[in-house]
């Protein structure tokens, strides 16, 4: 049976603190993400991480986000966190993601600029085994820069699951979710500096709102389905 409209699922990421794990888990995250990413910000060790997700109640995902990381960095993060969902999101081939042998999702990054050509299904053929597309905007540092790209870029119909994300904050995700979701198989958000205090300090009460902002669109969608946007 497909469900016409299935809950939007919710990555939290960016964490650091305990407290922000915490927080996500109460606002009712599916999932948190670490960046292992060393140039980050919001960076995180192998053994922080695993800090970190042993906090997670079950049914709560930790993703592990690399960008063009050796496979001993991914193997001594993985070694921390066994369960985790790999996030790569940076020049990563397919193989590359399949090393460590771990469900991932490939972040497709589009250009800001509406004129920089993107083929994001060619770029779906070319990760045929990815979990997801994470979808995000090409930003200077690879990402986490707080920008979103044009969702009207997106092509109409792409046979793969994806996750919107790049500059999403409570003010705009309900926007997002009716525009980009039906597009894709299924769609799933992940926002991150859009609920931070500080980079990396993440804010409670944004968290919630966010929460609450998709909710807020699922319920519209399963009442009204007509409320979806025709793909262009
Ligand atoms: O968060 C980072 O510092 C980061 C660094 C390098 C690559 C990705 C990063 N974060 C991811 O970027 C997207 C968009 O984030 P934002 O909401 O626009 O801040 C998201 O998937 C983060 O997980």
Sequence with gaps: MTLAHPRTRIKICGLTREQDVDAAV?????????VLY???????????AGELARRLPPFVTPVLLFVNASLDA????????????????????????LSAGRPYLRAA??????ASPFDLLKFASEHPQAQ??????????????GKAFHWSRLPPSVNCHAVLSGGLTPANVGDGIVQVRPRFRTLAVDVSSGVEASKGVKDPEKIHRFVAAVRAADQLLAESPHALLPAT
């Excluded at 060393?38 to 922080?48: E, F, H, L, M, N």
């Excluded at 991914?74 to 993601?97: N, Y």
């Excluded at 997801?132 to 905007?137: C, G, I, N, P, R």
């Design 26 to 34: 109460e606002a009712g995250a599916d999932a948190i993400g670490l």
């Design 38 to 48: 060393p140039k980050s910000p919001r960076y995180v060790t192998p053994q922080r």
């Design 109 to 114: 990054r589009i250009p800001l600029d509406e």
């Design 74 to 97: 991914i193997k001594a993060a993985v070694d921390q966190v066994p369960t985790a969902t790999l996030q790569f999101h940076g020049d990563e081939s397919e193989p590359d993601c």
């Design 132 to 145: 997801a597309l994470l979808l995000d905007a090409h930003v200077e540092g690879y990402g986490g820069g």
